[in-house]
Each structure stands twice: as C-alpha cells, then as structure tokens.
C-alpha cells in the first residue's frame, strides 16, 4: 500500500495567518492527491483534487500544490470556520489510502 | 443534491456479521463508484472499498476476506457485509459517492456515518 505521511499532526494558529499542511507520499504518485476538510461530527468534505483542483463552492484562499511524492494544503489567511482536521487521500493505486490528519486549532 | 441515507446495526458482538445499507437520493446511481470507508482513532480513514451500478467492485486488500458489497439498483442502494468481526472493526463507518474527473477519482458526497462498536 501507499504510505500517505502528514505533518504536522496539529498546530494552532490564529485568525488571518497562512497555514501550510504538507503530505509525503510513500512513493511518486503524479499528482493523485485530494485533499479533505472534517469537522467534529461530520463526515470529511473534499476541497481539493487532483492535487490542486478546487471543488465547486470551496474558496480560493484554500490552495493545493505539489506533484511526485511532496504535496500541500495552503490557507490562505485562516478564517474561525476553517479550524478543523484536514486529510490527504491518494488515489494512484488502490487500495485508496490517507494521511493521519493534521487537525488545525484556534492559537 | 446527492443524499447518501445509511443504516445498519450499530453494536455487535465479536464474529457476528456488520451489515449496514446505504441508500442514494438525488443525481444519477449509473456514474458513480459508492464506495465504503471507515474511520477509527487509532487506524484513522480506511478505504474499504467501492462497488458500481453494474456490481463491479474493488476492495481493500487488507479486508477483503471478510467484506461483500453488493448493489441494488432498483432502489438506488447499495450494502457492505461485514463477517467475523472483532474489536478492531469499532469504528465510524461511511458510506460515500466516488467519482471521476479527468482520470482523477475523489469522494464527493458522504453519508453521515454509523458507529459500530463492537463488544462482548
């Protein structure tokens, strides 16, 4: 399987800072990588595919970026709704695999 | 709007069988891959696996031994059966709607999940 590596697990920042989540693929995947956002009691939301495709209705400050094996998830300037956990999927090869989270706190 | 309604027993006891439906309202049931994915604290998002309209599947390797999707398309549904499970299967299990865009698969639709916990 696809090791999908995080980091960092968590981190707290403030209203309007940028914020950078970055996931190592175990090996070269293109560029087959989403990115998901999950909220305590709901299930994960995509913003990002393809590595840096933005999904309908998800705002621009959210950015994706990367290719091969290093990819990462841009906020931006940080907004109250955005605390959350984040998580990267690969979709190179099956089985589907994801990254362990990067949860986003209020600093 | 895609709605993904799922259901199922939500506790068991050690090698019974989980079996939870997950039903589709709204959008096409024909395009798509309805996948199952579940997610506890210590494995995190696990694919399980994904099944189209026509029954073709795909599973996670690491269960595939113990899992059986199947599909009912004349009423837009589509289930995961579960067998011999154990206290490593307690989890928050999603079921979901897997689609592809320019050779790129992502989820783009959840249900809202059930906790199944299993216990002696």
């Known amino acids: 399987d696809i090791q999908m590596t995080q980091s960092p697990s968590s981190l707290a920042a403030f209203v309007g800072d940028r914020v950078t989540i970055t996931c190592r693929s175990s090996?070269?995947?293109?560029?087959?990588v989403n990115w998901y956002q999950q909220k305590p009691g709901q299930a994960p939301k995509v913003l990002v595919y393809a590595a840096s495709t933005l999904q309908n209705g998800v705002p621009s400050r959210f950015r994706g970026g990367g290719s091969g094996t290093d990819f990462t998830l841009t906020i931006s300037s940080l907004q109250p709704e955005d605390f959350a956990t984040y998580f990267c999927e690969q979709t190179y090869r099956t089985p589907w695999t994801f990254g362990q989270g990067t949860k986003v706190e209020m600093k | 709007q895609v709605q993904l309604q799922q259901w199922g027993a939500g506790l068991l006891k050690p090698s019974e069988t989980l079996s939870l439906t997950c039903a589709v309202y709204?959008?096409?049931?024909?395009?798509?891959?309805w996948t199952w994915i579940r997610q506890s604290p210590e494995k995190g998002l696990e694919w399980i696996g994904e099944?189209?309209?026509?029954?073709?599947?795909t599973y996670n390797p690491s269960l595939r031994s113990r899992v059986t999707l199947s599909v009912d398309t004349s009423k837009n549904q589509f289930s995961l059966i579960m067998t011999s499970v154990t206290d490593a299967d307690t989890a928050v299990f999603f079921c979901?709607?897997?689609?592809?865009?320019?050779?790129?698969?992502?989820?783009?639709?959840w249900g809202n999940g059930t906790t199944v916990i299993v216990s002696s």
């Open positions: 099944i189209t309209h026509s029954g073709s599947s």
């Open positions: 090996q070269s995947i293109a560029n087959y």
């Open positions: 709204g959008g096409s049931f024909n395009d798509y891959y």
């Open positions: 979901a709607r897997g689609r592809r865009s320019d050779y790129h698969y992502f989820i783009d639709a």
